[in-house]
Structures are given as C-alpha cells and as structure tokens.
T-cell receptor
Framework: EDQVTQSPEALRLQEGESSSLNCSYT??????LFWYRQDPGKGPEFLFT???AGEEKEKERLKATLTKKESFLHITAPKPEDSATYLC?????????????FGKGTKLSVIP | DVKVTQSSRYLVKRTGEKVFLECVQD?????MFWYRQDPGLGLRLIYF???????EKGDIPEGYSVSREKKERFSLILESASTNQTSMYLC????????????FGPGTRLTVT
C-alpha cells in the first residue's frame, strides 16, 4: 500500500525566512509525485509534477526536488500570500494505480 | 487553463434527502474523480471514472453513487443523505497516459442537518 507522510504538520515563518516542507513516501514503482497548494475553502491547485529522482521544478519562490524516498518543497523568501496548505501526492504502478495517494498536508503561515 | 467547475459552492440538505453534486471539466480529460475532504483525514477517494459510463469504487463508496453519461460531466449522488456525509466534496479530472496530474474544482461544502 502506497503511503505519504508530510512534515511538519504546520509551519510558521516570518516573511523572508526561507524553509522546506518534506514529503516522505513509500510506493510500488513511482510514476509521479505531485505538489498542490490549497487555500482555505478552495480546491487544491496543481503546482508541480516530478517523475524521477534528481528532478527539480521551480515556480516563483517555490522549488520542488525529488529523491528515491522523499520530496522537498523549498520556499525562498516567502511572502504572506504564500500562506496555504501544501499537499503532496504520489502515483504508483501497483494495485489501484488509477489512484493518487495524498498526504495530509503542511499548513504554512507566513507572518508579515 | 484547465477548468473544473462544480454546481454549488455551498449546499444545505436535510437527512434522508437525495443529493446531486455536478462536476464539469472543459479539457477533454478521460479520467474524473470525486473526493471528500475532512479535517485530520485528508482527501479520500469516493469514486473514479476512466470513461463514459465506466466507474470504479474508491476507498469510501458506501452511501454514494455516480453517473457519467458524457465525457465532460461526472455526477455524485448521495442516495439518502446522512449527517456523517457533511463534508467538503471535491471533483477532479486528469488526462490518461504519462501525465496524470489531477486538476480540482473549487469544492462543494455540503452540510446535512
């Protein structure tokens, strides 16, 4: 059974204070790892897909990286508008391979 | 841009009512999904459809059914709403193939009283 664990559950940063969110996973044959941003009361917004270890993707102040066991979402010089819950999900090739397995998210708060 | 729309943002229903939640996507995606999201439990898959008139049960299908008569539309039906079905319901769609990222709608906050 695929599993995704995100840490920390919540993170408070001062504006401009860079940090990283962690997504640890176990999966039968990783086909893709996805990062989403979710604002309160809204649906998740797709950010990145990573397919293989060593891959990196960037978007504005966010950079996602992937190893064989975990992914990091690095946030550089965050702003208050980066406050949201960040979700990680994996797509494996095992049983139920039509499903993504989601983590429970990291709630990020950026204080001005 | 991919667009997934859901028929209602907020819905209040009474116990025992039949409830229909509608989802439409405009990107010609083969796959569509219904999730519910609850605090502390994360996203849980209710049903999945990979083609018109095709459906697969997810992790928590009990008390729900689905309908997909057209490629762009996927409906979730609560046959007899109960208070434990109060939740945020999220629809998503994705393409088939090497790219499988799911695109979500804005969600429907359903309250059953």
């Amino acid at each position: 059974e695929d599993q995704v664990t995100q840490s920390p559950e919540a993170l408070r940063l001062q504006e401009g204070e860079s940090s990283s969110l962690n997504c640890s996973y176990t999966v039968s044959g990783l086909r893709g790892l996805f990062w989403y941003r979710q604002d309160p009361g809204k649906g998740p917004e797709f950010l990145f897909t990573l397919y293989s270890a060593g891959e990196e993707k960037e978007k504005e102040r966010l950079k996602a990286t992937l190893t064989k066991k975990e992914s990091f979402l690095h946030i550089t010089a965050p702003k208050p508008e980066d406050s949201a819950t960040y979700l990680c999900a994996v797509w494996g090739s095992g049983a139920g391979s039509y499903q993504l397995t989601f983590g429970k998210g990291t709630k990020l708060s950026v204080i001005p | 841009d991919v667009k997934v729309t859901q028929s209602s943002r907020y819905l209040v229903k009474r116990t025992g009512e039949k409830v229909f939640l509608e989802c439409v996507q405009d990107m010609d995606h083969e796959n569509m999904f219904w999730y519910r999201q609850d605090p502390g439990l994360g996203l849980r898959l209710i049903y999945f459809s990979y083609d018109v008139k095709m459906k697969e049960k997810g992790d928590i299908p009990e008390g729900y059914s689905v309908s997909r008569e057209k490629k762009e539309r996927f409906s979730l039906i609560l046959e007899s709403a109960s208070t434990n079905q109060t939740s945020m319901y999220l629809c998503a769609s994705s393409p088939t193939g090497t790219s499988y990222e799911q695109y979500f709608g804005p969600g429907t906050r359903l309250t059953v009283t």
